[in-house]
């Protein structure tokens, strides 16, 4: 729910009721006189921003303070937005990414905004306390700065959001000003590009996008000039986000990483500069906004991109499954099919696929135990040559697991969008979940299938993403380099595992952030040193540091140390984020 400013509002919000997350009623001061000077403050804090200061910081942005009170208050009779017919859309509309994307505070994952006030369960607390308390609908470079000096100046928790696609809960934060990239877009192409400050022109086309851009939106507006992007795979993921994570995409193969693409940057430094970033001028920021994390170095609000004439492929949707789900040969057969995962790469191939003892899959009517998965040749509309290399795999299935039920259908494709199009990630939000992954290079997948079984069975269901390979170890970033983990330079297969549990349960909350890191183990010890991928991670991911960035990791904390020496933007494993812990909903120096 959407207001215009209203500060007296936003403090009722926030103080009105328990706390649905620690089941304690969040006060004015919840027990002491004043927070710490050494914490950021908290709405109702003595230092807390006055109304008065809210209506002018208000004003300097031309009314663009926003007031979000809990979305899902419209179902709970004790609430005064309670009203049955709204109640019963946003139900209905919970579960999908775009309801979580076009409303301001929410997350694709309810555990980040602590459970508070959920819809579907309408005897629970209802508060806004886990949410932020004001929003910036940002549209310009200078809204964000305006944003980050009223932050920096009034010890105001800030967090950005573009659609709230955020497995680490990066874009979330009780009491904290949001600023909301989501309505950052514009569009522009060029057949050649030259930086800004340098004295060349870089030889290809491109694509200028805003900051809150959403990479399905990009997909659709180049095709109508024949060209595309490297970007993911669900129609929420965010420029922004994205391309600071380091972006896999299964176009990453045949073209590197999205943070590869980059040619330049607009980008608001917490200390409220506005700049420009490329290998002529902020080198050091340019490289570290390029797979060093979101939120944690500026906000980027402007992306050049480098853009590909849009690509024919040939698809392959496969599944090779049993309907026992208790065979005991079924991950055996899974783990030899990963085995030939770097087979599949040197082919020129690129996939997604999932393993697992019971497949559901929005989109798929396959079911049963085993692989299955979506896979592209590009620059083909052979069907055929698809199936050619396939052969000798399905051969030597068909040879150690007789009576397994194998599906492979072949299509051609005029373009990356027309394959998009049938094949984007379908599943739901608006859940509590928390997932882990870690990189596998061919040794992992090929030296001991034994161990690549066991590993994915512990996982129960995992995606093998074939997003790694070729293209991404070839890939020659502008400047030279760029701050994603070097492992990514090795990796085949990116694989994630996930878990949901219950909403409202500390104990389940906590069991399920432990258990998804336990399960994950087996595949570090698969491939020890490979590390992680960030963007597809939780919190607590062992060693996050070396994890998310190796050897990166040291400059990168030289540079947030250099550009955000008073710490203004903070998030959940983040770089440089060990000066600061969460206590309840104060975040503080260490």
């Known amino acids: 729910m959407l207001t215009k400013f209203s500060s007296t509002l936003a403090l009722a919000l926030f103080v009105a009721n328990g706390d649905a997350f620690s089941g304690q009623l969040l006060t004015a001061d919840s027990g002491n006189t004043s927070y710490s000077a050494e914490c950021k403050v908290l709405p109702g804090s003595a230092k807390w921003p006055c109304e008065e200061t809210w209506a002018q910081f208000n004003q300097s942005t031309g009314g663009k303070l926003l007031q979000a009170g809990a979305p899902g208050a419209v179902c709970h009779p004790g609430q005064p937005v309670y009203n049955a017919d709204q109640c019963a859309a946003v139900l209905t509309a919970w579960p999908t990414y775009d309801f979580q994307t076009n409303d301001p505070v929410s997350n694709a994952w309810n555990q980040y905004n602590n459970d508070t006030c959920l819809p579907d369960v309408p005897d629970a607390p209802c508060s806004a306390s886990g949410y932020p308390a004001y929003v910036v609908n940002a549209t310009t470079a200078q809204d964000v700065k305006l944003s980050l000096d009223f932050a920096r100046a009034h010890n105001v928790r800030v967090v950005v959001k573009s659609t709230g696609h955020d497995y680490l809960g990066r874009s979330q934060a009780p009491g904290a000003l949001l600023i909301w990239v989501h309505h950052m877009k514009g569009l522009k192409t060029h057949a050649s590009f030259q930086p800004r400050g340098c004295n060349f022109t870089i030889d290809t086309t491109a694509v200028t996008a805003g900051g809150g851009s959403q990479l399905a939106a990009l997909y659709d507006e180049l095709l109508k000039i024949n060209q595309t992007v490297v970007g993911g795979y669900s129609k929420t993921v965010g420029l922004g986000g994205y391309i600071t994570g380091g972006g896999h995409s299964i176009l990453a193969p045949f073209y590197g990483l999205g943070a590869d693409q980059v040619l330049e940057m607009e980008v608001v430094t917490p200390m409220g500069d506005i700049v420009i970033a ?13 797979g060093g994390g979101g939120g944690t170095f500026g906000v980027a609000t402007e992306f050049t991109l480098i853009t590909y004439p849009t690509p024919e492929l040939v698809g392959l949707d496969m599944s090779i499954l049993t309907a026992d789900s208790n065979a005991s040969y079924t991950w055996d057969m899974a783990a030899y099919v990963l085995s030939q995962f770097p087979y599949l790469d040197s082919k020129g191939l690129s996939g997604y696929s999932i393993l697992t003892n019971n497949l559901t899959y929005p989109g798929s009517s396959a079911t049963g135990a085993g692989i299955a998965g979506f896979f592209l040749k590009e620059g083909t509309q052979d069907t055929s040559s698809i199936l050619d290399i396939w052969a000798p795999i399905v051969d030597h299935i068909n040879k150690t697991w007789p009576g397994l039920s194998i599906s492979l259908g072949p299509a051609a494709y005029p373009s990356f969008q027309a394959w998009y199009s049938t094949h ?46 070729r293209g991404v170890k070839s890939a020659k970033p502008r400047g030279g380099s760029n701050s994603v983990n070097p492992s990514w330079r090795r990796t085949i297969v990116h694989a994630t595992g996930s878990l949901h549990f219950a909403p409202l349960n500390e104990t389940a909350k906590s069991e399920a952030l432990f258990k998804v890191n336990e399960m994950l183990e087996p595949m570090r010890n698969l491939a020890p040193g ?18 998310f960035w190796g050897d990166n990791y040291d400059r990168l904390l030289k540079i947030k140390h250099e550009i955000d020496p008073l710490d203004v933007l903070w998030c959940h494993a983040c770089v440089g984020n060990e000066r600061w812990k969460e206590v309840g909903y104060k975040l503080c120096h260490v």
Do not use: I
Request: charged share 20%; aromatic share 10%.
């Open 278 to 290: 490329n290998e002529c001028q902020n080198q050091d920021l340019f490289w570290a906004m390029r």
């Open 530 to 547: 490979m590390g992680s991928y960030l963007n597809e991670n939780n919190p607590k991911e062992p060693n996050w540091q070396r994890s």
């Open 424 to 469: 984007f990630d379908e599943t739901s939000a608006g859940s509590d979940m928390y997932v882990g992954s870690h990189l596998l290079d061919a040794a992992a997948l090929t030296t001991n299938t034994t161990a690549v079984s066991e590993a994915f069975r512990v996982l129960g269901e995992a995606n093998a993403f074939l997003v790694g390979g």
